[in-house]
């Protein structure tokens, strides 16, 4: 079960049943980078990217899983990875980065540098915006109607923002604010070297040494619950590269049918148990792109929380098409979680389209035109 955002005093001896209103923030349950849904009371945590929390209905709940589907070269996915990284950087959580391509030190190191001051971010974008201010109102009449009333997705942060950060994809993170959080390591050419190699439960051996680690950190390190952390209450990110590809042992990239077909399946059903009853959340890229057999990745969805897909325009033809020249690719968000409702919490919009400008990483509304 996702984590709720509990707390509140009890009433003392004598007390009556009227009691002064005192301010939610002092009632809730306080851990850095998190704050209480308004809707369904799921503790939520930012992706690092405000635009995609927007999207996602204010963020990601703790104890729950986004499945990234990688676009075709890897950029932009491994783009939201480090985003999302950054921000557990930033609000001083635990990290455990797993990858069997690059190494976990490497991928840190090459993280976005925040950007804490909120008007030097407007500043980078007035140059940007100042050149489309006049075509825009020209343009407005050639827009289908049914897109004039679509709720803006906020691709700028507001002067009280305490949730979610913005990042400079032009600079990388200080090693100073690097070594001040604590984070885990998982290297998959490291760990095979170190250990025998090993496979249970019809799972390969590079998925049964990852669930191995992270279980081991969330019950060492006190995220279960069972043993009550040392410090204040923390989260745990975790961050798993390129899951399913050839690089894990994993043959469903190449094969229509894989001898281990339903390895990525187990991996997840027990990776999603370990989230539930801990205080942490979790990212993972694969290449649905190249699993052949459609079957996996629908069962590989239906075992995700969120799933949002990126398709790239490089090497397409929208690459050079006119309507899309101030976009990189489309969103496309396939699942979003039914926490503690009947319906799924959403931004309401399907046009979307992520924009790479010259320091910042964004998703916004795509108004197709006439």
């Known amino acids: 079960m996702a984590a709720l955002a ?7 001896d004598g007390a009556t049943s009227f009691q002064r209103k005192v301010p939610a923030s002092s009632r809730l349950a306080a851990i850095a980078g998190t704050r209480p849904s308004v809707r369904h009371g799921q503790l939520l945590l930012s992706s690092g990217l405000p635009s995609l929390d927007c999207v996602l209905g204010g963020g990601l709940a703790v104890g ?7 676009d075709k070269y890897g950029i932009y996915s491994n783009l939201l990875f480090k985003y999302f990284l950054a921000e557990g950087i930033v609000c001083g959580h635990n990290l455990f980065v797993a990858s069997a391509k690059e190494d976990p030190a490497d991928i840190l190191k090459e993280v976005p540098a925040p950007l804490f001051d909120d008007v030097h971010k407007n500043q980078v974008d007035e140059k940007e915006t100042a050149v489309k201010s006049k075509p825009e109102s020209q343009e407005s009449m050639k827009i289908a109607w049914r897109y004039q009333n679509l709720p803006k997705i906020e691709v700028s942060p507001a ?19 690097l070594q001040s959080i604590k984070w885990h390591r998982f290297f998959l050419p490291e760990e095979m070297s170190l250990h025998p190699e090993i496979k249970t439960g019809n799972m390969t051996c590079g998925y049964t040494r990852l669930l191995q680690s992270i279980q081991r950190i969330i019950y060492q390190e006190g995220f279960d619950g069972s043993y009550p952390q040392k410090n204040q209450k923390n989260i745990l990110r975790i961050g798993i590269q390129s899951l399913g590809s050839v690089l894990w042992g994993d043959d469903i990239c190449c094969a229509d049918n894989p001898e281990d ?21 979790c990212i993972i890229t694969v290449p649905a792109h190249l ?4 079957a996996i990745m629908e069962r590989v969805t239906n075992l995700s929380d969120t799933v949002v897909g990126l398709e790239s325009f490089i090497g397409s033809e929208r690459e050079t098409n006119p309507l899309y020249k101030d976009y990189q690719g489309l969103i496309h968000v396939h699942q ?18 992520f924009r790479l400008k010259r320091k910042l990483f964004t998703i916004e509304n795509h108004q197709r035109r006439l």
């Open 336 to 353: 979003i979680p039914r926490l503690n409702s009947l319906i799924c919490d959403a931004s309401g919009t399907k046009d979307l389209a």
């Open 64 to 70: 729950t899983l986004l499945l990234i589907e990688e």
């Open 159 to 177: 002067a009280s923002a305490r949730f979610g950060h913005y990042y400079d994809v032009s600079k990388t993170v200080s090693p100073e604010l």
């Open 6 to 12: 509990t707390g509140g005093a009890t009433p003392s």
């Open 291 to 294: 699993i052949q057999n459609k």
């Open 261 to 281: 077909v339903h390895s990525l399946t187990k991996f997840l059903y027990v990776l999603r148990g370990l989230l539930r009853m801990s205080l942490s959340a």
